[in-house]
């Protein structure tokens, strides 16, 4: 069972450097946008640190980059249906969000330390 809400977090595995995207996804993320898959290729994946495709990225105030299909306003996928199979199966067991919360809330003995709700208004 899941200890963390994903609706809470800000994108942190979405600005992981390396998001893989396997054939399978590409194909579903070139028919989400009714595009031949060689120009899905061309316009949303690059090879880099040994992988053969993974996403590309864009600027992010809290990450510096995140991924492209990132709404940095909403924080929130903006393919969640077609998203790749990676982010399908994150986080699995642990969350390194969550598990960072958890420790620096654990260290100032506040369980409110480091807010998971937009304060930018105050």
């Not at 009714?34 to 061309?42: G, I, Q, S, T, Y």
């Not at 993974?54 to 980059?65: E, F, P, S």
């Not at 642990?94 to 100032?108: A, I, N, P």
Request: aromatic share 14%.
């Amino acid at each position: 069972m899941a200890k963390y809400d994903c609706l809470k977090c800000p994108g942190y595995c979405c600005s992981y450097p390396v998001i893989e995207v396997k054939d399978k996804d590409a194909a579903r993320i070139a028919k989400h946008f009714d595009m031949p898959l060689a120009k899905a290729e061309k316009k949303y994946f690059k090879s880099a640190h040994g992988y053969k495709r993974i996403m590309r990225r864009k600027a992010d105030v809290h990450y510096g980059k995140i991924c492209q299909f990132f709404d940095t306003e909403a924080r929130r996928c903006t393919i969640y249906a077609a998203r790749p199979s990676t982010c399908r199966i994150f986080p699995g067991n642990s969350c390194g969000y969550y598990d960072f919360l958890k420790f620096e809330r654990s260290g100032q003995e506040d369980a409110e330390f480091i807010s998971t709700t937009d304060h930018s208004e105050n």
